[in-house]
């Protein structure tokens, strides 16, 4: 079983900076890939971003160049940090580990973005 906790979500304004943080727990080198996804209100759940167990890393038009996806594997910990924030950036961002077929959510951390 593999429980994640996301944190570093918060309310920021255009351009600024932010990064969200997943603690896995369990072996982390049994997760094939970590991801980071995104619900808007009325919208639906989308990738964001995604990091392989060989740290090929993986991208969707509107967030490449701004938003960057790591893991630390000494700490259990996959990251996101998320530059030049837009408002369209606001909404609940989940981390998700792929561990074999299987696929883990945390609960979800809120991003909200103003103007």
């Known amino acids: 079983q593999v429980q994640l906790v996301e944190s570093g979500g918060g309310l920021v304004q255009a351009g600024e900076s932010l990064r969200l943080s997943c603690a896995v727990s369990?072996?982390?080198?049994?997760?094939?890939?970590v991801g980071w996804y995104r619900q808007a209100p009325g919208k639906q759940r989308d990738l964001v971003a995604k990091?392989?167990?060989?740290?090929?890393?993986i991208y969707p038009g509107s967030v490449k160049g701004r938003f960057t996806i790591s893991r630390d594997n000494a700490k259990n910990t996959a990251y996101l940090q998320m530059n030049s924030l837009k408002p369209e950036d606001t909404a609940v961002y989940y981390c998700?580990?792929?561990?074999?077929?299987?696929?883990?959510w945390g609960q979800g951390t809120q991003v909200t973005v103003s103007s």
């Open positions: 369990g072996s982390f080198f049994s997760i094939n890939a």
């Open positions: 990091i392989t167990s060989s740290n090929m890393t």
């Open positions: 998700t580990a792929d561990q074999g077929y299987k696929r883990y």
